[in-house]
């Protein structure tokens, strides 16, 4: 009988548990590393795409099914939210996950095993996002920019504007111009 899959096996994140079979306690180590897949993060900070992602994970087959467990690291790019400059960062996650065999019983969103591969994919996506800052900055004491200007305040730190006239003396100001032109 052939196990009909829509993985591929030539996929750098999908993993062939073939070599566990089903015996409890059969281990297999795995260091590689891949290219990241596109989309890897938010909006404002994540891993390009093809930036290698080093695996260190451990295989282990278990009653239901394979647990994966291990760390993978990488590097992250973004912005920082406050004042824009660019962020280059590395970061390592923790994974820990089991893939159920099919056609046991086991909650709807749980990992599966298609035939014998995993996927490394979704779980790898979901921690990356999840280990990501929601405000990224370049450093804890970031200023930002200027609201007035757009000047970068960690670069000018005594940067200042004059404070604005109060609209109600507004015309008070027209009125001492026109005196000193005269």
Known sequence: MVNSTSLDAR????IDTHELGRRMGAMQEITRQVPAPDDLGTDVIGVPPTTPIDLDVRIEAVGEGVLVTGTARTEVRGECGRCLTEIVDEIEIDIQ????HPGVDAEDDASRLEGELLDLEPVLRDQVVLDLPF??????????????CGADLNADPTHAHE???DPRWGN???????????
């Open 11 to 14: 996929s750098p994140l999908v």
């Open 97 to 100: 996950e089991l893939f159920v």
């Open 135 to 148: 405000q990224p900055v370049c450093r804890p004491d970031c200023a930002g920019l200027c609201v007035e």
């Open 163 to 165: 404070d604005p006239i």
């Open 172 to 182: 008070l100001e027209q009125w001492q111009e026109q005196d000193r032109t005269s």
